[in-house]
């Protein structure tokens, strides 16, 4: 009968703990989710403004990218977005 009470607690505390463990993953992805769209928008601000100092934007403020812009940012996922901040700064800087 102990046991059996023991058990019972045993298996409330587990559950407690799994449900703040979840919680606290659940927290932590959307922190990751909002930092992902805060980084990629920083990103896209930092190219418009690299595009802005060597003219690449119009008058309405939209980038206008060449075949080669395009083909240096891909599909426009982060590691492809740093090559081409990378590229683009590394060639002001020569």
Not at 49 to 65: F, Q, R, Y
């Amino acid at each position: 009968m102990v046991l059996l009470y023991a058990a019972r607690i045993a298996m409330s505390s587990m559950s407690k703990t799994t449900a703040l463990s979840k919680e606290e993953v659940e927290r932590k992805v959307r922190e990751a989710t909002c930092a992902s769209k805060q980084a990629q928008e920083t990103l896209e601000h930092l190219i418009w403004v690299s595009n802005e100092e060597n003219g690449k934007n119009d008058n309405n403020g939209v980038a206008i990218a060449n075949a080669k812009d395009e083909e240096e940012m891909g599909d426009g996922n982060f590691e492809s977005l740093i090559r081409h901040l990378e590229n683009t700064l590394g060639k002001e800087e020569v």
